[in-house]
């Protein structure tokens, strides 16, 4: 009887850790936004708790790295490249920078309502893979046809390494001021939930980010160059400053349809940070890693979209998405849910960036190659 008893108690202990598991790991995810409890002086950003000294994340408990803001760590069996890369970024995680944020030229900017892909039928060719071109954006993005958040299928996790430009005005093109704007504007980031939608004022096809992190680069025509690391949700909020030549790196998580974590870390300096951010609604229906220049300068354009900085070419490398389910997704996607992004200048005749993507291979999976051309390259695309 002895025995009996002790049988049924292993078996009630059994079933009840079993039912536990899918409730603590779902309270890990969920506490990644849920600890961000640090106000900053921008509206909809969040900052998370300072981690400890001494605090090392490769050794951290699942918990305490969503408590501090750092990213979630990879099966390191399961997925060995995504461990690899994650290891090194927490490796480096060395200064945590703790200034106040900076709202930038472009933010809050995009005002068309929609948050879902949308794209006209026209746009769609018998082609594998779909090719656009828009005045705001280059590179790649996935898409699924969700109209609706969903916790299993919505994309969930974007990240990528970015290596930082070094901008300068268009060769060629006589002056900064030459553009007719006051600033040129560059921004390489990875995103959760960025459309497509066709401009109101042209008709031309526009790209619209939402959750997003990555580089900012800026050249003021009266105050010179300056490079960010920042975050936002169709906002660009700016960080601690970066250098050409660094190397980069962004995780963008969303944790459901309007709410999400942005980590962003200088590997060359040791610095980083991470943000919860809130924004608009979103399905979670596209991931993407993309070139683009913002919204809305006065210039006169109708679509006024700032000039492209000339950046010559930027790399991104062991980029990946994962939806809810933890199913992969690269940018060298040759499915007919993926899109090439190439920008135009305002007028929509020529290209000004260019994106070229792989098909095979780890470094043609997760790779992508911006180049700068036509007038952002010489000429500066003036009217």
Not at 264 to 276: I, M
Not at 334 to 360: P, R
Request: with cysteine.
């Amino acid at each position: 009887m002895k025995s009996r008893n002790i049988s049924v108690m292993l078996i009630a202990v059994t079933i009840f850790l079993l039912c536990s598991f899918p409730l603590v790991t779902a309270a890990q995810s969920d506490a990644d936004v849920a600890s961000a409890t640090v106000p900053t002086n921008i509206q909809g950003i969040r900052t998370f708790p300072v981690p400890p000294a001494g605090f090392d994340p490769r050794q951290a408990s699942d918990l305490d790295l969503a408590r501090y803001g750092f990213p979630p760590r990879p099966d390191q069996k399961a997925d060995p490249d995504h461990y690899a890369m994650w290891e090194r970024v927490m490796a480096a995680a060395k200064i945590r920078w703790n200034g106040e944020l900076k709202a930038l030229p472009g933010s809050g900017d995009f005002r068309v309502p929609g948050s879902t892909l949308s794209v006209e039928p026209a746009a769609v060719t018998a082609e594998t893979v779909k090719k656009m071109s828009n005045v705001a954006a280059s590179g790649v993005l996935l898409s699924n046809t969700l109209k609706k958040w969903s916790s299993k299928t919505s994309f969930s996790d974007i990240w990528t390494i970015i290596s930082v430009p070094t901008a300068q005005i268009p060769f060629d093109s006589g002056s900064c001021f030459a553009s007719g704007s006051a600033d040129m504007i560059e921004v390489s980031f990875a995103g959760i939930g960025g459309y497509i939608f066709y401009s109101p004022a042209t008709g031309l096809p526009l790209f619209a980010p939402m959750l997003q992190g990555g580089v900012y680069t800026e050249i003021d025509c009266a105050e010179g160059t300056n490079y960010y690391a920042y975050v936002g949700w169709g906002t660009y909020a700016a960080e601690f400053s970066v250098h050409p030549g660094d190397v980069f790196y962004t995780e963008v998580q969303a944790s459901g349809p309007s709410a999400g974590s942005v980590y962003v870390e200088d590997l060359t300096t040791l610095t980083y940070n991470s943000y919860a951010v809130s924004g608009p609604t979103i399905a979670g229906n596209t991931a993407q890693w993309m070139v683009a220049r913002p919204c809305c300068t006065n210039s006169g354009n109708l679509d006024g979209m700032y000039p492209l900085a000339n950046t010559i070419s930027i790399s991104f490398d062991g980029a990946t998405a994962l939806n809810g389910n933890g199913a992969q997704f690269y940018p060298g996607s040759q499915a007919t849910s993926t899109y090439i992004l190439t920008m135009t200048d305002d007028a929509a005749d020529q290209a000004i960036e260019l994106v070229n993507q792989g098909t095979s291979g780890f470094q043609g999976q997760h790779s992508l190659f911006f180049q700068t051309t036509g007038c952002a390259y010489t000429g500066g695309c003036t009217p």
